[in-house]
Structure formats: C-alpha cells, structure tokens
C-alpha cells in the first residue's frame, strides 16, 4: 500500500463514520394562487432546524423524539433522499452534499435504510427475487445466476427460507416483510443503516426477533447504524448512545446508560418518566401540560419553554440554547446547564 | 414453488421465472372464467374477434357487391313470394351469365334457360355436361353458385348489398378502431400522465391546463368538429377519436403516479440506486398498469359507439365500406316503411359487442383491482 | 345466579367469522368477569381476538361475523337475548367505547363539540334529566345540552372548552382527539367503557397525559374499564386485572401482579421476555420463535404449540380446559406448576 493510501486509510479510521454540521431542512408550503391575492403568504415547515451530530463506526446512534420532531426527516436527508436546506454531510470524512452520477452510487452503496411500513416499503408487484436484485443490480452485479445465489444467501442471512424467493409481498407476515427490507439493505453492502422506526409497527415478539437478528448483523457485517425510533425501552436495548430531539433540534445525547440515569433536559427527564413500565417500583410521573407546537409555529427563544416546568427564567423565552457539552461525551441543550462567560 | 439450491444453474433460474409467470396468469385466467359476467364478455369478444380474422371465409359474399334485384331482401324467416321469385330470378340470372363466360351460348337457348326454374335449369345444364359442351367441374360450380345467391340470412340492404357479410366485416372496422384509438390514445396519455405525475412543475402544468381546456368539448361534438374541418374518411376520424381520447389516460396515470409516488417502496427504490427513468417504468408503471387496462377496456365499447355515431351522421366511413354506424346511416329512412332489418342487424351487433367489452371490462376491474389488496 | 356487585359477566363468548377460505374464530369462548370500579387489561398481539371481544359484547361485530354462542351479563341481563333495538339503549349509556384511531373515529364534518352533543340526544340525558313535564321547549333544552357539553370537555382537560366546541376534529392535535373521544364515551354516565387501544396512535407523553385521565374519570365515577392493548406495561400500570389472549382464547388470566411477576403460561413468560426493560444492566431479550398462525382452521389442542419452549406431546391433540393457579389466577395450559 502506499505511503499516501496509507495515511489516507488512517486518517479514515479515526474519523467518525457519518458527521453532520448545522443541518436544516426547512419545506416551504405554498399557498394557491387564490389564497395569495387574500395574503396567505409561505408557510416554512421547519422540519429539522440546525442539527450537528457524529456516529462512529460500529456504533449504534440511538434517534428519539415525538412525533413532529424532524427525526424521520434527519434520517432521510442523511441519505440524501431529502437535499439539506443547509448543512454539510460527510461519510467517511468526505462531502457527499454535491454528489450525483457514480459518486452518488458509490455512497449509496455503503449507506442504506430500513423503512417503517413493512407494507408500503415492498413493491406489491415484484417477487422477492426481483425485490432484492434491483440493488444487487446497481451493484453492478449484472449475473443472473450470480444474482440469484446472492439472493438465497441473503435471504438465509436475515432468517427466511428459500423458497420464499418466489412470493410476493402480500403473501408474508409483517415480521417476514421486514426481514426482506433488511435482506434488500444488506444487499447493497452497506457501512451504515438508517433504521427509521423498523420495529414500531411489528407486534412485540416479532419486535424482539427483529432486534436480535438487527443485532446479529451488526456484528456479522460490522455495520453501524441509526436507529429511529419514538421507543424508549427499544432505544434503551440497541443504543450505545442516544440522541434526543425535540421541535427539529437535538436537546440532550448521551451515552445511553448516562442518559437513562441522568437525564438533564426537562423534556427528556419528561419522556422518560412517561415510560410505562413492567416494573414494580412506583415512579413519580411528571405530565407535560400541552401539546406539542407544530414546527411552523416559529418561537423565539427555547423551543421546549411552552411546556417547560423547569423554566430558568425570562431567558428561555428570549435566547435559544446551544448544545453544550457538560462532560463525558453528555452534551445539553437547555440554558440550565449552560455557563455563561 | 421452486425450490432452489444454493448453486442456481440457469436452467432452474429460467424455469423458476418462468413458472411464476405461468402461474400468475393461470390464476388470472382461473378469476377470469369464475367472474361470470366477464367471461360471458370475453367468449363473446373472442367470437368477434374470430368472425373479423376470418371475414372473408365465413362471410356468404363480398360484401359491396350490390345486387339491385335483391334491394331491401328480408331476413329469410320473413320472406313472402314475391321476394322468394326475386331470389330465384337474380340467381338464375348470375348462372347464366357465368354459363354465358364458359361456353358459346345464341341467344334463343339463353331465352328458353331464362324462362325454366332453377331446377329445372340446372338439370338443362346437366345435360349439357353430358354432351359435353360443359365441363362437369364448371357444372359444379355452377350450382354453387346458384345455391349460393340465394343464401342472405339476414337480408339485402337498399343497393343490394347482403347484410350479413356487411356486419361481419363491419366487425373489422369496428374492432380496429377501438383497438387503434385506444392503444395510441393510451399510450400517449400513459406517457404524458407519468412524466407529468412524477416530474411534476411546468410540464404537468402546461398539460394539465390543455386537457381541462379539452374537456371543456363533449366528446362527440369535439370529433364532429374536427371532421367538419378535416372531411371524413378512416383515418381522420381516427384521428378526431384519438385527440380528446388520451386526456382521460393522462389524468387517470398522473394521479395514480401522484399518490404512488408517495409510498415507501419508491424510496426504498431511490436507496438501492434506482435512476428516476427505472423508477418510473420498472417500480411504478407495474403498479398502475392495471387501471389502465380496465379504462382501456371500457373506452374501446365507447370508441366504437363513437365510431357508428360519426359514420351515422354522414362523417367518418364513408358507403359502400361496411361499417355498422354507415350501415345504420344509410338503412334509417328505410325504418319509415317498415323495413325493419337493414338498421336493426348492424344496430343489434354495436350493442352486442359493446356490451360485451363493459362486461369484460367491469370484470377485469373487479379481478385486477381488489386483488392487489390482499393483505 | 349473579353476584349484586358483578358488573359484567362474560360466559363463553365465541365470534367467528366465515370466509371463502374457511371458519376464523376470531373469540373462542372467552369468559371472564368484571366487578364494580375494576379496571382489567386485555392483553394479546394482533390475531388475537381482542379488538373483536369488544365489539362482540356491544354486539356490534361486522358482517360477515357472527356471535354464535355465549352470554353478556351486564348488570344481571344478559345482553345476547337482547333485541337489537333495546341494545341501543345501552351502547353509549350504559357501556361506552372509546377506539384506537380518534381521526377515523370522530366525524371530520361535524364539530366536536356537535358530536359530543350527539350522544347527550340520543340518550335523551337532559329530557330525562329535566323531566318530560317540563315543557319548557326546545331552547332551554338545547342550552342546557351545551352547557353539560362545555362541562364534559372541561373534565376530559381541553384547555378551552368553548373553542374547542366550535372546532372540528382536524383541528385538534391526536392527544385533544383523544380527549374529546373520552367526553362522547362519558356524556352518558357509562358504568363500563371499553377503551380499545386508545393510547396507541399517541406520542408517550400524551399516553400518559390519557392514561392519567382515563383513570381519573373512571375512579370518580366507580365506573368499570376493560382496557385494550399491546403494550404490558399500559397494563401494569393502571390495571387490576390482565387477561391475555392468543389467536381467540384467553391464555392467562388473574391479577395484574402475578401475571406479570410471575407469569404461569409459556406465551406471557414469552412476551414478558421479549420486551426490552430499562434497567442497571442490560437484559437480553429472547423473541419467541416463529409467528402468529393462521387463525383460518386452527388445529385443535393448544394453539400456541408450535412455538411454546416447554411443549411436549399431549399439547397438540386435546382441548385444553382454563386451570386455577392460584387465586384468581387461571392459565390454559397442560403444566401444573
């Protein structure tokens, strides 16, 4: 290997897998033409309001957040299935935010997602094999015969049988439709995983075989992966560190044992009382007052001081927080922990 | 299903492929013969479809041959003997001039042949094949020929011209402008709809905008304008039913790729490295092309009805070409005098055909659609 | 003979439901029974039968399914001899549902506060309430129906009831749905509300903010719940009883402590194993092998056969009978421990 690769391969070894910096992707609804004579004007959805984060190799990044967070949309611009509204996004240290053509191929190839909907996330009309050869395909693997033994093997790999290989989507059970999105992402040999809410719509023991065969392929293939999910105790199980967001920023991460036992952002200290647990001991519950505003609502200062019973004061209404780290890799985002020069 | 092992030669891989395709649609024909109204239209379709291929072997005679004689011939079971003396009389006169052709006949012999029965002419002919001065095969020929001027089941229309063969190669047109119209009508609208429904901006737009502004015409008086303008004839009313035709595909797959293009799998496609090209005719036209099919079927019994109403009101096909709507325009003021058949048959077999193709259409809808939403 | 404080008694209750393809018995012959104030968590994955169990008590399973055998005690009267049009009467009054979905359960045309009036009428609450005598006409009636409302929507939290009257239910966030859902259940003072999986379209903090108000109004009124659900711990947390169904019977059954703490039968140790906990160090979770079967022709004998780690033979052949464990505590399973 040469001095240059070498040292190239080195520099990539110890940096982390997917970083992200100052990541906004705001929708801009348009009124009609009508509704603008009356002055209607853009509504700006801000989906994902300024997120920086990074994910190591190997790693599990736990994502969670209520519904309207921005955490499906952060996965998805991730993966460039969204164009940040700005940001920059590198994977494995290079910027992929101008990527197209075979470049944008080559990343596809080591970044691949897991959907939510086992239903919709299969074309109803394609077999298994046709389902599965479309990223073998793009790979390059032009074979059929080739293909096909790719097919099988993946298939063994994530747990159905073979002779699956001819059925259409309809024909499985939701567990089993999962297990051939995670055979379509594995096919494309990818580094890293988005798995946005792969379990929240299974049944609980199917739940549990989904995360065990998710786990056991990560050692196999020594993936890293993203996982989202509105969960806790799921987030507990496969985190080695978790990421917090409300209202389209991250409010609190941590490692996840350290947030479960020290949770510091009001909201999170919120969620995770709200947990209903199997066990025995009687938790003190704190119950958010109101709803969550809409990401449209454009409020200054803290996101989160509508709702906030742990108010510090005028300040939350008028300054927004930045994350800040508070020691051991445990960084917040509430001007409560937040030293002020 | 079969069962593979994990090295695939590819013969197994052909014939794995190959028998999923034979059971997908086996179990679409097995629907199809269950679905008893659509079958019913299928069956008759096909009788159609057959009598159009095979016109000119079923068929009794060409069709534009005008027999004057036989003008305004009723149907067979509504005959009086004054049409029957008709009959005999044409007959015996196209074997002679046949005979006339063959052989050396003067002019007193003919006379006396003209004045006998067919019987007893045919048994003149007889002899003359044993005095050799016809050749036995011409003979034979003869008699079929005889026997052949007779035959017009359904009757003979105005000019002569036998009703029966009409129909059944009024079939042809029928058949072929449903067929031609749609298909071309159904593919621009399918290709238009996808690009403007997945693509969506200024083309979807500009399409868009132009379709409402067609539809602003009902359909008949739109394709009566643009024959006005145009004349008449085949191919311009081909191309009067095609210009407003494809505007009801192009919206249909626009919003089917609107609301396609919104479910996971297309992102899942996007993932795995799909180019948008793929994306559109491998992953979402499969999806789609079902309603398609079901439209196409319905609008083929339209086009046809289009077809004999254009050809009705004097524009499109223009007489003696037998087509069902020409053939209903020249027979209505025959309706009058209570000449009932050269109208009815043609209008009998517009209805018979087309309803069959809403029956197999209103099937398939039922076959194709809810299947898909097996879950 | 019925106990005077047995709200509810379930006897044998089986729904079934023929297809082309065969019989699916969607609940086979469930009982169990519900006293005043008690809360009881229906527990089962999807297939289960939970979802119809409900609607087979309010008699409200659609065709092509069919109650075919069973009876509903619901205060001393047994539901299933009902005719239709009493049974009317007591859906809304007397057994309230709330259902999973509040956007396609409420109406989206109507306002909310409309829909929560609508109960009040069929009812005739306020007419009965005000006495029939008492001609006093339809406006007064119509003020006093509103104001009970604007009270309900106080009670089930809103933050503002008047507003929200006028609202319609798309203008509302799923947690305030839900809520409004709650006011139509109670606007006719039920002794029983079946809540079929009511917190599951909801965001955690919301569940809890629900799960909070159901509890409140159910012990203020010492009404009755049967709480619907997947999750266990919904159930431990605000249940006295747990009953947990597999493709159609009750498996388990008995006080919320022990079935959950020391669960009798396979399929709750099962799921009590797969459910990832949050605690000091991190407990593998063990799934349960294969799914849920086809409920179309179940084979006879245990239905859970065919995944149950502590099967043996005579499992697959006999029709298991519901055993006493303990007090009150019942499993359907060969093993006597």
Known sequence: MSSEVKAKTEKQAKLPLVKIEGIKKHFIMSPSLLARAFGNRDIILKAVDGVSLEIKKDETLGLVGESGCGKTTLGRVILKLYEPTEGKIFFKGEAINQLTGDALMQFRHKAQIIFQNPYASLNPRKTVRNIISVPLKNRGLMNPIEREEEVLALLKAVGLSERHINSYPHQFSGGQRQRISIARALAMRPKFIVADESVSSLDVSIQAQIINLLEKLQEEYRLTYLFITHDLSVIFYVSDRVAVMYLGKIVEIAETMELFENPLHPYTRALLSAIPTVASQEKKRIILKGTVPTPIDSTKGCGFHTRCFMKKGKICETDEPVLASTGGGHCVCCHLFQSYV | ?375 | MVEDNKLLEVKNLTTVFPLRRGLVKAVDHIDFELREGEIMGLVGESGSGKSVSMLSILRLVAYPGKTIEGQVFFKGQDLMQKPLAEMRSVRGRGIAMIFQDPMTTMNPVFKVGEQVRESLKIHRIIDNQMGKSARRGRKAGKRAEKSRVLELLDEVGLPSPKENYRQYPHELSGGMQQRALTAIALSCEPKLLLADEPTTALDVTIQAQILELLDRVTKERRASMILVTHDLGVAAEFCHKIMVMYAGKIVEKGPTGKVLHDPKHPYTRGLLRSIPLITKEKVKIKSIPGSVPDLINLPHGCAFYPRCDKASPGCEEKEIGLKKVGTDHWIRCVLNE
């Not at chain 2, 499109?316 to 109208?343: C, E, F, H, N, R």
């Open chain 2, 1 to 375: 299903m079969g069962e593979l092992s994990i090295t695939a030669s590819s013969m197994d891989l052909y014939k794995a492929k190959s028998r999923i395709l034979l059971s997908n649609l086996s179990s679409f024909l097995r629907e199809l013969v269950a679905h008893r109204s659509a079958f019913l239209g299928a069956v008759v379709i096909t009788i159609f479809v057959l009598a159009a291929i095979f016109a000119p072997q079923i068929t009794p005679h060409d069709p534009t041959k005008q027999r004057l004689q036989l003008s305004l011939l009723p149907p067979f079971w509504a005959r009086d003997e004054g049409d029957l003396a008709r009959l005999e009389k044409q007959a015996k006169r196209e074997v002679l001039k046949e005979l006339g052709e063959l052989i050396e006949i003067d002019k007193d012999y003919l006379t006396r042949l003209e004045v006998m029965s067919m019987q007893e002419m045919i048994a003149e002919l007889g002899k003359l094949t044993e005095q050799g001065r016809l050749d036995r095969k011409d003979l034979l020929s003869l008699k079929d020929l005889g026997k052949k001027v007779m035959v017009h089941p359904l009757g003979c229309d105005r000019m002569g011209m036998d009703l029966l063969s009409r129909v059944i190669y009024g079939t042809r047109i029928s058949l072929l402008i449903g067929i031609l119209v749609v298909g071309i009508s159904a593919f621009i609208g399918v290709v238009l709809g996808a690009i403007a429904g997945y693509y969506r901006g200024w083309f979807d737009n500009l399409i868009s905008r132009f379709c409402d502004l067609l539809l602003a015409f009902p359909y008949l008086i739109f394709a009566i304008l643009i024959m006005v303008m145009m004349g008449g004839g085949f191919m311009n009313m081909i191309f009067a039913l095609i210009f407003k035709a494809w505007v009801e595909f192009f919206r249909l797959v626009r919003g089917e790729f609107l609301s396609e293009k919104t479910k996971e799998y297309i992102d899942a496609a996007r993932v795995a490295g799909q180019n948008r090209f793929k994306i559109i005719v491998f992953e979402i036209l499969p999806n789609i092309i079902h309603s398609v099919i079901v439209l196409a079927t319905l609008r083929m019994g339209y086009m046809i009805i289009m077809e004999a109403s254009l050809s009705y009101l004097g524009l499109g096909v223009a007489p003696p070409t037998p087509a069902w709507g020409s053939m209903v325009y020249l027979g209505k003021q025959d309706i009058i005098t209570g000449i009932w058949w050269t109208v009815t048959f043609p209008g009998l077999a517009i209805l018979i055909l087309v309803l069959s193709i809403n029956l197999l259409g209103e099937g398939l809808h039922d076959i194709l659609d809810p299947r898909l939403k097996v879950n």
